[in-house]
């Protein structure tokens, strides 16, 4: 059984059993060989734009018999990508920006994606707000240390519903559970903005002051 990180490993909790996955960036496929030890009926399309990393995913799918198992494609996100019996799409270890801009790309290949599991490294907000406008909502979140860094793992399902801007910012579900995890985040997220504020130069007025606002919303939040 092969060894994966609490990241990984949180990811995988998102994965149901009789699912066909398309996992975009799949780095060295630890997560698919990982996903395929351990639910049933699954099928996994890997893909990954980097070769190098490709060439390693595939010799990890060798080394423990799945190379027959899983589909790889050496392809720049859903490019070249036929999404007809896919039902899951998982990105993980991206920025924002990157996930949002490889979906909304071929957007028309959503149709027939039920699931996206996506994990973020930064401006989670953007995430929640681009997604849920096209036609998915927040069925899912969950917060996870590992190594140090706080990481956000969020399911989104097909489907719409309404949300404030507070909702969009922290997400639903994080902000319910309010957990000890979610207010380590929040404080290192402040301290952050907190500086970044007082680094900004007057002219740039409209950008202090979305800073100032997204501060007063960490001030406003429950202890």
């Not at 909790?13 to 996992?23: A, K, P």
């Not at 060439?55 to 198992?69: E, H, R, S, T, Y």
């Not at 036929?82 to 996930?99: K, L």
């Amino acid at each position: 059984m092969i060894k994966i990180s609490e990241r990984l490993k949180s990811i995988s909790e998102f994965i149901e059993d009789n699912t066909n996955i398309l996992d975009i960036g799949c780095d060295h496929g630890l997560l698919d060989i990982y996903l395929m030890q351990n639910k049933n009926n699954i099928n996994i399309t890997a893909t990954e734009i980097n070769k190098e990393a490709l060439n390693n995913a595939i010799k990890n799918f060798k080394k423990n018999k799945l190379d027959n198992k899983i589909k790889t494609i050496h392809t720049n996100g859903l490019d070249n990508i036929d999404t007809t019996n896919i039902n899951t799409i998982i990105i993980a270890g991206m920025g924002s920006h990157t996930i949002v801009g490889i979906l909304y790309k071929n957007i028309k290949k959503l149709k027939n994606i039920d699931n996206l599991i996506l994990q973020s490294n930064n401006d989670i907000d953007f995430l929640r707000k681009k997604i849920t406008k096209i036609g998915y909502y927040i069925e899912k979140e969950k917060l996870i240390k590992d190594k140090n860094i706080i990481y956000t793992i969020i399911q989104f399902k097909k489907g719409r519903k309404i949300y404030n801007r507070k909702q969009l910012y922290f997400g639903p579900y994080l902000l319910k559970e309010n957990s000890i995890l979610f207010k380590d985040k929040n404080k290192e997220d402040l301290i952050k903005l907190n500086k970044i504020y007082k680094l900004i130069p007057k002219k740039y007025i409209l950008y202090k002051i979305k800073t100032l606002y997204k501060i007063n919303l960490y001030k406003n939040l429950p202890k």
